[in-house]
């Protein structure tokens, strides 16, 4: 399992909505894993039934603990809630969200190996994807991914160009 350094950004969701004060919402650390599969589908769940933005399509991943690395966070998080075992993890990118409830940093890592059956352990749905996605509503902390997905797309495409002389 690889590690590198990753600078966040920021991004604000439902900004007209009242944000409680900064004191009160503390950045909650969160390891996020975007299961892909050779053919280029990746993995998206919808979030579970009483969380906030409840059936919103999502990378699965969960909060990071007390003394946890971000990939053994995610290991044990996938594991709980799909029931697979990750054998492949690599540190991808960080995105920060303010959400009117939470202010989080999403800790985005590539997971292309795991072993056993994707079982929905909490009640949620899953749905292999690609560009675009055919599922709605996607949650914003969602976008980010996305979006950088479609510029290595995009990159992948432009290099099969023939350049000009």
């Given at each position: 399992?690889?590690?590198?350094?990753?600078?966040?950004?920021?991004?604000?969701?439902?900004?007209?909505?009242?944000?409680?004060?900064?004191?009160?919402?503390?950045?909650?650390?969160?390891?996020?894993?975007?299961?892909?599969?050779?053919?280029?589908?990746?993995?998206?769940?919808?979030?579970?039934?009483?969380?906030?933005?409840?059936?919103?399509?999502?990378?699965?991943g969960?909060?990071?603990?007390?003394?946890?690395?971000?990939?053994?966070?995610?290991?044990?998080?996938?594991?709980?809630?799909?029931?697979?075992?990750?054998?492949?993890?690599?540190?991808?990118?960080?995105?920060?969200?303010?959400?009117?409830?939470?202010?989080?940093?999403?800790?985005f890592?590539?997971?292309?190996?795991?072993?056993?059956?994707?079982?929905?352990?909490?009640?949620?749905?899953?749905?292999?994807?690609?560009?675009?996605?055919?599922?709605?509503?996607?949650?914003?902390?969602?976008?980010?991914?996305?979006?950088?997905?479609?510029?290595?797309?995009?990159?992948?495409?432009?290099?099969?160009?023939?350049?000009?002389?």
């Open positions: 399992m690889s590690q590198q350094q990753v600078q966040p950004s920021v991004r604000v969701v439902d900004a007209h909505l009242p944000r409680a004060n900064v004191a009160d919402r503390p950045l909650i650390q969160v390891a996020v894993g975007v299961l892909s599969q050779p053919d280029g589908h990746f993995l998206l769940t919808t979030r579970p039934p009483g969380k906030a933005y409840a059936g919103h399509w999502e990378f699965p969960g909060k990071i603990e007390a003394n946890e690395t971000v990939e053994q966070a995610l290991a044990r998080e996938l594991h709980e809630e799909l029931g697979i075992h990750v054998t492949e993890i690599t540190r991808w990118r960080a995105e920060q969200i303010d959400y009117p409830h939470a202010w989080v940093q999403l800790h890592c590539k997971v292309t190996e795991w072993q056993g059956e994707l079982q929905m352990k909490e009640g949620q749905q899953f749905a292999w994807q690609q560009l675009p996605v055919t599922v709605a509503p996607v949650l914003a902390g969602t976008l980010p991914v996305l979006e950088w997905l479609a510029q290595a797309q995009s990159s992948i495409s432009n290099s099969a160009l023939p350049t000009a002389v």
